[in-house]
């Protein structure tokens, strides 16, 4: 059975400063993918990587795929009130097309 | 365009009952999938659709629970006898097939904004 872990489960964040969310996963895996969500709306997809070392980048927002350590990371850059939101990461086990989410990571941005 | 649309966006309903929850997908959308949330957890996988048949139904909990999409199109998850622990957040989402593609990749799922079922 594949297991999602993300931690922290939840961060308070300085604006200005960087911090990194941490997605692992438990077995081999098609494709990653990261969505937001803001409180009592729907998950909006941020993005998607398919393969070993793969690095996307919009905004104040990276992630990058190490499928060897079954390891996603969100980086978030000089963090700001906008990003406050609830980061899940998402794992596709083997082509299935149904995805198994992580926890969340609640992200709280103080002025 | 339009997202991917749910009806209703809020539904009460006593132990026992019987309800559906309605999806509208992305136009041209052929892959459409269910999950529930429950509060401060991620979503979990229901159901699968590619075209009318379900091609993965093994996140339904229990036999109360059923989906169909006779037309390829809109889909109804329905759900019989409730009871208190149904009560979650019910998501829908739509995707292109894997083999179509997509601009965020083959086959990025995107979420409607859910019904929120409450079992009384």
């Known amino acids: 059975e594949l297991k999602v872990e993300q931690n922290p489960l939840f961060l308070s964040m300085q604006e200005g400063k960087n911090y990194t969310i941490y997605c692992n996963y438990s077995?081999?895996?098609?494709?990653l993918y990261w969505y937001r969500q803001d409180p009592g709306k729907s998950l909006e997809s941020l993005f998607v990587?398919?393969?070993?070392?793969a690095v996307k980048q919009e905004g104040r927002l990276m992630a990058s795929l190490d499928t060897k350590a079954r390891l996603s990371t969100l980086h978030i850059t000089a963090a700001v009130h906008d990003l406050s939101a609830t980061y899940f990461c998402a794992v596709d086990y083997l082509a299935g097309n149904k995805l198994t989410f992580g926890g969340g990571t609640r992200v709280l941005v103080k002025p | 365009g339009a997202g991917v649309s749910q009806t209703p966006s809020n539904k009460v309903t006593e132990k026992g009952k019987y309800v559906e929850l309605r999806c509208d997908p992305i136009?041209?959308?052929?892959?459409l999938y269910w999950y529930r949330q429950s509060l401060g957890q991620g979503p979990e996988f229901l159901i699968y659709?590619?075209?009318?048949?379900?091609?993965?139904d093994s996140g339904l909990p229990n036999d109360r629970f059923f989906a169909v999409r006779p037309e390829g199109s809109v889909s109804t998850l329905k759900i019989q006898r409730t009871e208190r622990g149904d009560s979650a957040v019910y998501l829908c989402?739509?995707?292109?097939?894997?083999?179509?593609?997509?601009?965020?990749?083959?086959?990025?799922?995107?979420f409607g904004p859910g019904t929120r079922l409450t079992v009384l």
């Open positions: 989402a739509s995707s292109l097939s894997r083999e179509t593609g997509g601009q965020e990749g083959p086959d990025t799922q995107y």
């Open positions: 077995t081999t895996s098609d494709r």
């Open positions: 659709f590619q075209g009318t048949g379900a091609a993965d």
């Open positions: 990587l398919l393969s070993n070392g």
């Open positions: 136009s041209g959308h052929t892959a």
